[in-house]
Nanobody, 117 residues
Framework: QVQLVESGGGLVQAGGSLRVSCAAS????????MGWYRQVPGKQRELVAA???????NYADSVKGRFTISRDYPKNTVYLQMNSLKPEDTAVYYC???????????WGQGTQVTVSP
């Protein structure tokens, strides 16, 4: 089992920056990939950024050049640094962890990010 706890969401003005964090606990040695997804009411949850073993990263086109995902292994934490935020980045951001050996993925409870015009 893997437990994920997000923090760091909040309200920011357009053009500002925010960093959200996701602390993992449990069977963290089994995690192959961690990522951030976001969801707005009435829409499907979408991938924002992910980081896999070997520090391979991928980003949604809409956030490339503005967001950076990173992972601190000693702290078992993954971060999403969000710069040049836009109102359309407003969403609930969810942390995700994938454990391939179990064929399972885990989710955090979500943290709200609101960007005002």
């Amino acid at each position: 089992q893997v437990q994920l706890v997000e923090s760091g969401g909040g309200l920011v003005q357009a053009g500002g920056s925010l960093r959200v964090s996701c602390a993992a606990s449990g069977s963290i040695f089994r995690i192959n990939r961690m990522g951030w997804y976001r969801q707005v009411p009435g829409k499907q949850r979408e991938l924002v950024a992910a980081i896999a073993t070997g520090e391979r990263t991928n980003y949604a086109d809409s956030v490339k050049g503005r967001f950076t995902i990173s992972r601190d292994y000693p702290k078992n934490t993954v971060y999403l640094q969000m710069n040049s935020l836009k109102p359309e980045d407003t969403a609930v951001y969810y942390c995700n962890a994938v454990v391939l050996s179990l064929g399972h993925e885990y989710w955090g409870q979500g943290t709200q990010v609101t960007v005002s015009p």
